[in-house]
């Protein structure tokens, strides 16, 4: 049974809803057959929208939060796991421990890129920045496509605050992965060190591994290079 908050949550989210956005979220989220979001049911809310409602339910229960998260409408996980975000940047660390414990146990429906992107580095990546990281490593090579995105994901944390390492050792984890989203998404962390860390980091990287990796992932971590040298990586010539 909904407790009165969530019932109050629900109504307000799905009084925004939206079917001529629905249908271009669906598209551009790809939830068609054998696509990656294959499913996934759209309302039609944009994060600005998101966001302005997290702001009001901010301090709703977690016990209600996780039950939004197991909804089929992608905007309220996307609002759940916005929420989490907001209670883990307030929270001390047995909060903040809830959380990151939470979050791993409901992978399942964190199932797109933007939930990914949007929570990852602020719950799971902030918990363990002072922690052993061994949970990433064994995310890194789940069968979960998501999982996996999370663990590349969470490193944007360290990044922001000037540590590395576990970013490149991931990357190279995940150098012949099939998936283009997680191409994408290691290409980007590999960007953020050139760009928050050091593009000599980056470029020691790109010497030793960019003949391996997939282009999608080269082309995304090149891309504030100088042209010259971006070329002549695109062209095999470093």
């Known amino acids: 049974m909904q ?12 009084s925004l809803a939206s079917p001529q956005k629905a249908i271009l979220l669906a598209r551009f989220f790809k939830t068609g057959k054998g696509e990656y979001g294959e499913g996934d049911i759209f309302i039609g809310l944009q994060v600005p ?16 939060v996780l039950a939004l998260l197991t909804s089929k409408i992608h905007e309220e996980r996307l609002i759940a ?6 209670k883990a940047e307030r929270a001390g660390v047995p909060e903040k421990e809830i959380l ?63 540590f590395y390492e576990d970013t490149l050792k991931i990357v190279k984890t995940v150098l ?36 391996q990796m997939p282009r999608t992932m080269l082309r995304y971590s090149i891309e504030r290079l100088p042209e010259p040298l971006r070329l002549q990586y695109l062209h095999g010539e470093k």
């Not at 409602?53 to 209600?64: C, F, N, R, S």
């Not at 796991?81 to 907001?86: D, E, G, S, T």
């Not at 998936?179 to 760009?195: F, N, S, T, V, Y």
């Open 3 to 14: 407790s009165d908050d969530l019932k109050k949550l629900v109504e307000e989210i799905r």
């Open 49 to 64: 929208q998101a966001r302005i409602i997290v702001k009001k339910y901010a301090g709703i229960p977690l016990e209600d």
């Open 81 to 86: 796991l916005l929420v989490m975000v907001k």
């Open 100 to 162: 990151f414990k939470k979050y791993l146990e409901n992978t399942r429906y964190i199932n797109n890129w933007d939930l990914v992107d949007l929570s990852a580095d602020r719950i799971i990546g902030s918990y363990l920045f002072d922690k052993p990281k061994d949970i990433l490593y064994e995310l890194a090579v789940s069968e979960n496509l998501w999982e996996r995105r999370i663990a590349i994901l969470a490193t944007f944390d360290f990044i922001k605050k000037g």
């Open 176 to 211: 012949g992965d099939r998936q283009d989203l997680i191409h994408k998404a290691a290409g980007w962390m590999l960007r953020e060190i050139g760009k928050r860390c050091s593009q000599e980091v980056l470029e020691q990287f790109l010497m030793a591994n960019y003949r």
